[in-house]
């Protein structure tokens, strides 16, 4: 290995609004690993028209999930970019079983995959979302101070599929589709559960730890 760093490979696994994205964006930021977020780059691709933008904005606008073949292929491409070595964060991503089994053979010879659920209660997670903005222009979700995009000065506004019908749609579907993803994963040593319902502070300080917990429980396993 050169004596490079292991790579650091973390996932986000939780329901809408458990924070993932928020705690994705700091670890990426504190570690030096690109953060990757599905939905993201989904809304990117929307606001610019592309083709793929075009056929998922009904779907997502619905709250309904983007096919395994058209994710699993975004998520393919972005992990051999040359920056993804050092590792990465993923946020939304996998959200269904098959997801996971392709995201597997992905990471494979790549280092240990560690895996962090973020575990917040449903009536939390609805009033998060009524208030979640996020940026017009960027697409940055706003943190609880702005009132304009604290990275590019854009109007804040709701996400369309943050109306209370779709959140509710979006729940159903995340027990339905995601949650199975907790029984896949959580036999690993690199498995942590995080409870997600603390300030934000102190779930970054838990994310930290289980990464550290995670990382030698990986170690040690070798
Ligand atoms: P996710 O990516 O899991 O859908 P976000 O990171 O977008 O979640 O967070 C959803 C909303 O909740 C946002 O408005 C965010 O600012 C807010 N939020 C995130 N973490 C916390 C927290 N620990 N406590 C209170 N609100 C939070
Ligand atoms: P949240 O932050 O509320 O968890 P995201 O921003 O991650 O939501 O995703 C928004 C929408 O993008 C999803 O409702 C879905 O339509 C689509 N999407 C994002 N990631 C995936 C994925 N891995 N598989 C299928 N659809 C996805
Ligand atoms: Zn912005």
Known sequence: M???RPALNVIMLGPPGAGKGTQAERLARTRGLPKISTGDILREAVQAGTEMGLAAKATMEAG???SDD?????VRDRLNREDARVGFVLDGFPRTVAQAAA??????GRGPLIVLAMVVPEDILVRRLATR???SKCGATAAVDWNVCGKCGGALIARVD???DIVRERLKIYLRQTDPLVNFYSTRGTFRAIDGNQRPDIVTAQVDAAITAATSAAGAAQ
């Open 162 to 164: 943050d109306s209370i």
């Open 133 to 135: 903005r996020i940026c």
């Open 2 to 4: 050169n004596g490079a």
């Open 103 to 108: 995201l597997d053979e992905m990471v494979n």
């Open 70 to 74: 058209v994710m699993i292929g975004i």
């Open 64 to 66: 309904n999930l983007i």
